[in-house]
């Protein structure tokens, strides 16, 4: 059975902080992906990142930078210099990848993310 | 480009009444799947819908249904509602069964069963 944990129940911040967002995830699968997602007061899921398990490589946009390490299990997303925008619930996500028989999405709990002025 | 349009946005119903929630796939997507995503928690899957069958299913009973129409649209049923059923219900598209890279989610319908 598939997993992801994020500890992180809440996090709070002063704008312009640096923060990380942990991300634990288990599955017996080889080829795997991996997402983040944030969820504003909206409730719309605004995706963010995928990588697939054969990809380690880290990856920056703009003031965002995830860090996976498949030694670990672990995707971290890391937002620099924060913004009150924001401000959201984050969700990290693992999906398998099936030949045919469809696919879904395993969500963590998700981390609420304050950023302060 | 519409992304994927959920309705209603809102819903009170009563415990022990059904429910019909409805999904319309973004623009050139033909997988729909749906989400059940209690208060304070993440997103549980539901199930998936490609070319008008249900493809995969979560744990929920089988009082939770669903359909995927020739447009690709999609609805789901909820009978016999507990009131552990409030929820916000995620509809989510995507291009093809096995397509892991291009959900859009809806703004879901928040579900209030009293």
């Known amino acids: 059975a598939q997993k992801v944990t994020q500890a992180q129940t809440e996090i709070s911040v002063v704008e312009k902080e640096d923060v990380t967002l942990d991300c634990v995830y288990e599955t017996r699968d080889t080829t795997y992906y991996l997402f983040w997602y944030k969820q504003p007061p909206s409730g719309e899921l605004v995706f963010l990142i995928r990588?697939?398990?054969?990809?380690?490589q880290n990856e920056i946009s703009g003031r965002y930078s995830w860090n996976f390490q498949k030694s670990t299990s672990s995707f971290n997303f890391t937002i620099t210099a924060s913004q009150v925008v924001d401000s959201a619930v984050y969700f990290c996500?693992?999906?398998?990848?099936?030949?045919?028989?469809?696919?879904?999405?395993?969500f963590g709990e998700g981390t609420q993310l304050t950023v302060n002025p | 480009d519409a992304g994927v349009t959920q309705s209603p946005t809102h819903l009170i119903k009563t415990r022990g009444q059904q429910v019909t929630l409805r999904c319309s796939p973004k623009s050139g997507h033909d997988t729909v799947s749906w989400y059940q995503q209690a208060l304070g928690q993440g997103p549980q899957f539901i199930f998936q819908y490609y070319e008008e069958e249900e493809r995969q299913r979560g744990n929920f009973p089988d009082r939770f249904s669903g359909h995927q129409f020739p447009n690709y649209s999609s609805e789901l049923n909820v009978n016999a509602l507990l009131l552990g059923d409030s929820a916000l219900y995620l509809c989510?598209?995507?291009?093809?069964?096995?397509?892991?890279?291009?959900?859009?989610f809806g703004s879901g319908t928040r579900l209030t069963v009293v």
């Open positions: 996500a693992l999906s398998e990848a099936r030949e045919t028989s469809g696919s879904r999405l395993t």
């Open positions: 990588r697939n398990s054969f990809d380690e």
């Open positions: 989510a598209s995507s291009l093809g069964v096995r397509e892991v890279r291009g959900y859009t």
